[in-house]
C-alpha cells in the first residue's frame, strides 16, 4: 500500500489536467504560456509588458516572442502609454485583451 495515496492521486490529477489543458490550447494553436499572458491580461487590464513578465517570470527578449504572437493573432492589442506617448520603449505600451475565452 502506498504511504501516501492522497498526495499520489493528487499528483496524477494534476498531470492529467494539464494534458488536458495543453490538448485544448494545441488544438488552437497556443501553448501554456499564452493562457498565462492572456489571463493575466484579462485580471490586469491596462497593465504594461514589464508587468506581465516579472509576475510570469520571464526574461524580456524571450517574453516579446510571447507578446508578438497573441498580438498577430488579434487576441491582445499594444499601445502607447497615453500619460507618456513620447516614449518609445517597449516596456512603456499598454497590453489590452481583446479575445477572452468564455
Do not use: W
Not at 492522497?6 to 489543458?21: C, P, R, T, V
Not at 504572437?69 to 516596456?91: Q, T, V
Amino acid at each position: 500500500m502506498l504511504k501516501r495515496p492522497l498526495a499520489n492521486l493528487l499528483y496524477h490529477i494534476g498531470k492529467l489536467e494539464n494534458l488536458l489543458i495543453n490538448q485544448r490550447l494545441a488544438s488552437i494553436n497556443l501553448r501554456m504560456t499564452h493562457a498565462h499572458v492572456l489571463r493575466y491580461i484579462q485580471k490586469h487590464p491596462g497593465c504594461i509588458q514589464k508587468e506581465v513578465a516579472d509576475y510570469l517570470f520571464y526574461q524580456p527578449a524571450s517574453f516579446t516572442n510571447v507578446v508578438k504572437l497573441l498580438e498577430k493573432r488579434k487576441m491582445i492589442e499594444r499601445r502607447a502609454d497615453p500619460n507618456n506617448g513620447l516614449k518609445k520603449n517597449y516596456s512603456y505600451f499598454q497590453l489590452e485583451l481583446r479575445f477572452l475565452d468564455k
